[in-house]
């Protein structure tokens, strides 16, 4: 079996020599431990802050040992009364065609309800963040703007049908013709915008006659700092992802937003998933149901084989992805 380790801590844009393809005997599971063979794997912008030797709300990925992220995957020996061969977990395991986990390590899903991959996107950690950030730092109401940046991408997709479930008006940003023909003309939002295009501050004012008054930030930088001069009064802006910086060298600069928030007495929160733990079965409950309502759809860009994983997880970065970023490793 393989795994993929990290070889050096990335300086800019991670490059492929920064990954390591290792081979490995598959691992036997000692008592209460579960074998269980990969058959999707996540890659996630999040993942590029762990290769930085930096203290975060999670710890660092270790030089030369597998990276780890969320998995799909099959059970194919169980040490463990609660888990039986075949069955389909999720979890968060290593970059690896087989892993073994410990009982507390892995849930397990029911194939009938939804494609086994959903449950790294819209029935897992991007569907939840999407519905957290949005619902209750965002509290967006009828008839209120909302503007999400990262608009076609996992979470933004899903915050957008979201807002649009809650009867507010929703404009997304994005970075191609496609992914805006996406946003308007499949998920139904209001208006799209590329935020690539030079008449970008133009285009996103003439999308928002009335002001933002929900501002879902997954990008930060220039995007964000066109949004923050539209703001309205008590405006609110969940904190979710800057990707714009995570390959940046030194410090991000650009305009500073004190004013535009202290004019607008505008709350923004900054805010990661774990924030809302307890909580979690209410989220999983509300996409689940609103899935099969037909409410909210989704798109998965699923790249076949484990050894493009490197170059899945670097297409985030280019905007390669619509909706969530997956690799296929195995069938089940
Ligand atoms: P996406 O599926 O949105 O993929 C990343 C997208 O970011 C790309 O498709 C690309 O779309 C866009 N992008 C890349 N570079 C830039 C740039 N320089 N400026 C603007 N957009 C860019 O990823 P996720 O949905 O998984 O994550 C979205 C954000 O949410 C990330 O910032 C992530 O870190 C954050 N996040 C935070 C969590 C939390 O708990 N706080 C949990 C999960 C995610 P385009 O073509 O439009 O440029």
């Given at each position: 079996?393989?795994?993929i380790?990290?070889?050096?801590?990335?300086?800019?844009?991670?490059?492929?020599?920064d990954?390591?393809?290792?081979?490995?005997s598959?691992?036997?599971?000692?008592?209460?431990?579960?074998?269980?063979?990969?058959?999707?794997l996540?890659?996630?912008?999040?993942?590029?802050?762990r290769?930085?030797d930096?203290?975060?709300?999670?710890?660092?990925?270790?030089?030369?040992?597998?990276?780890?992220g969320?998995?799909?995957?099959?059970v194919?020996?169980?040490?463990?009364d609660?888990?039986?061969?075949?069955?389909?977990?999720?979890?968060?395991?290593g970059?690896?065609?087989y892993?073994?986990?410990t009982?507390?390590?892995?849930?397990?899903?029911?194939?009938?309800?939804?494609?086994?991959?959903?449950?790294l996107?819209?029935?897992?950690?991007?569907?939840?963040?999407?519905?957290?950030?949005?619902?209750?730092?965002g509290?967006?109401?009828?008839?209120?703007?909302?503007?999400?940046?990262?608009?076609?991408?996992?979470?933004?997709?899903?915050?957008?049908?979201?807002?649009?479930?809650?009867?507010?008006?929703?404009?997304?940003?994005?970075?191609?013709?496609?992914?805006?023909d996406?946003?308007?003309?499949?998920?139904?939002?209001?208006?799209?915008?590329?935020?690539?295009?030079?008449?970008?501050?133009?285009?996103?004012?003439n999308?928002?006659?009335d002001?933002v008054?929900v501002?879902f930030?997954?990008?930060?930088?220039?995007?964000s700092?066109?949004?923050?001069t539209?703001?309205?009064?008590?405006?609110?802006?969940?904190?979710?992802?800057?990707?714009?910086?995570y390959?940046?060298?030194?410090?991000?600069?650009?305009?500073?937003?004190?004013?535009?928030?202290?004019?607008t007495?505008?709350m923004?929160?900054?805010?990661?998933?774990g924030d809302?733990?307890?909580?979690?079965?209410?989220?999983?409950?509300?996409l689940?149901?609103w899935?099969?309502?037909?409410?909210?759809?989704?798109?998965?860009?699923?790249?076949?084989?484990f050894?493009?994983?490197?170059?899945?997880?670097?297409?985030?970065?280019?905007?390669?992805?619509?909706?969530?970023?997956?690799v296929?490793?195995?069938?089940?």
């Amino acid at each position: 079996q393989q795994e993929i380790h990290l070889a050096n801590r990335p300086k800019g844009m991670p490059a492929k020599e920064d990954f390591t393809f290792v081979k490995n005997s598959v691992p036997s599971p000692k008592v209460n431990e579960i074998l269980v063979r990969t058959l999707y794997l996540s890659v996630d912008p999040y993942m590029r802050g762990r290769m930085q030797d930096a203290k975060s709300y999670i710890a660092p990925f270790e030089l030369n040992k597998v990276i780890s992220g969320g998995v799909v995957a099959e059970v194919v020996e169980s040490q463990s009364d609660a888990f039986k061969q075949g069955d389909v977990v999720v979890g968060n395991l290593g970059w690896a065609e087989y892993s073994v986990a410990t009982p507390n390590e892995i849930r397990k899903i029911d194939p009938k309800m939804a494609p086994i991959s959903t449950h790294l996107g819209i029935l897992g950690m991007t569907g939840l963040t999407a519905y957290f950030g949005l619902l209750d730092i965002g509290k967006p109401q009828e008839g209120e703007t909302v503007v999400v940046s990262g608009a076609a991408g996992a979470v933004g997709s899903v915050v957008g049908q979201i807002a649009k479930i809650k009867g507010a008006k929703v404009v997304g940003i994005a970075g191609s013709d496609e992914k805006i023909d996406y946003l308007l003309n499949v998920l139904g939002f209001d208006a799209a915008v590329n935020y690539k295009k030079d008449s970008f501050w133009t285009d996103l004012k003439n999308s928002v006659p009335d002001g933002v008054d929900v501002y879902f930030d997954n990008v930060g930088g220039d995007v964000s700092d066109a949004v923050f001069t539209m703001l309205n009064r008590n405006a609110r802006i969940p904190l979710c992802g800057s990707i714009s910086s995570y390959n940046a060298e030194g410090n991000d600069t650009g305009p500073r937003i004190q004013s535009a928030m202290i004019k607008t007495s505008a709350m923004m929160q900054g805010f990661t998933l774990g924030d809302f733990a307890t909580d979690f079965e209410r989220g999983f409950t509300d996409l689940g149901k609103w899935l099969l309502q037909g409410k909210l759809k989704y798109e998965e860009t699923i790249v076949d084989g484990f050894e493009n994983t490197p170059e899945a997880f670097l297409g985030l970065f280019k905007g390669t992805n619509l909706g969530k970023q997956l690799v296929k490793v195995a069938n089940p």
